[in-house]
């Protein structure tokens, strides 16, 4: 039985057709390519790299089964299938660490392997990397608008499919967001699971007090009813009337949950209900709909609510959708390659980003320069992460990518934080880059 999202044929024809010209002309010589964001979507100041764990893990495991093989021998010659039998990646990886900021150009994950190799794996490496990171970019708003807030990712319903659904759970857990709703993301990748209750379960009762008496007798240490089903400030004087006989039985209600009409609004006069019926601790979670754009809107207004539901705006990454990210020949055989297509040129050869900081931590600027004999003051972003196929070292928790990502918001300038486009973060290729670039145009090397 083939997996799917496992199967080396997860991939574009042509990667396939590229591998047999190759083998065919013998081009099995090491090839450099690199993954790097050609510009900001719009709207974002900086991007936050993510699905470096999934790509290694699809290297890692990376081979052919009877079946597959047996469906490519209908399409490739006998030595295209030869060399695929005992098909392992043996090469090497060097990448920035998931939760780092990053900028356009600036490559995040660098393959050295030889050519049929690194060419294989391109397609489903640029699926990971450009959706994880598409997802942790726009989690990371809603984290910088709402940095004190519950943030849970309601988005599995309405994720372009169920591996997107789990991959934006995970996406932006790391960007920041408390938890998720996503039942297997808890197993999987160890995240805080939230849930609430379902309006059918109230609709199922005739009497909307019984089905929240219900529901807290269900679940006694963790209940958050939702108040919006028929009448939002109704529902909030029936949990004022509830409370003293549950917490006579030692149920607590921890929270109401709000999921229509005019949030800012209904938070208001819930919060004024709950507090003249002396629940003051009964938090205000509201949903529907939301991004961060209404975040911030409700919080400038000084709406009360604790937390946030955020499903289809995050996992789909609504307003921008897709990274123009590519995945690039940057050396072969020994000597740098650049592509000069119009709009879409690239920088040749193995390189490294160095980052400076101000005196008081804030990002000051990078420089992009080659990886070898062009060394500059600032930290180096671009570790090796795998060699002959294998990893260097074991990776870190998603919970220690977690921090590192917040600790990544508290250095990006001020000016780049807010949902406002601000100022372009200074990026500047280093002379030896040009110089090379221009050396290879001149096809002097």
Known sequence: MINPLASPLLADLYEYTMLQSYLEHGMEQTAVFEFFVRKLPPGRNYMVAAGLEQALVFLENLAFSTEELDWLAQRFPPPVIHYLKNFRFTGDVHAMAEGTIFFPNEPILRVTAPMPQAQLVESRLMNLLNFETLIATKAARSVLTAPDKLLVDFGLRRAHGAEAGLLAARASYLAGFTGTATVLAGLLYDIPVFGTMAHSFVQAHDDESL?????????????????????????????????????????????????????????????RILDQGGLQDVTIFASGSLDEYQLHAMLSSGAPIDGFGIGTALDTSSDAPALDCAYKLQEYAGRPRRKRSEGKATWPGRKQVY?????????????????EHDTHQGEALIHPIMRAGCRVQAQDTLKAMRQRTLAEYTRLPETLRGLDTGPAYCVVVSSALQELAGEVDRGAL
Do not use: C, W
Not at 245 to 256: C, E, M, Y
């Open 211 to 271: 089905a929240f008496e219900h529901f807290a007798r269900t679940h006694p240490s963790n209940t958050t009813l939702l108040i919006d089903t028929y009448d939002t400030e109704a529902a909030a004087s029936k949990v004022v009337l509830l409370v003293p006989k549950l917490r006579a039985q030692g149920i607590k209600i921890k929270a109401v949950r709000i999921d229509s009409g005019d949030l800012a609004e209904h938070a208001r006069r819930v919060r």
């Open 355 to 371: 980052r400076n900081y101000t005196s008081d931590g804030q990002m000051a600027g990078d420089v992009l320069a080659l990886a």
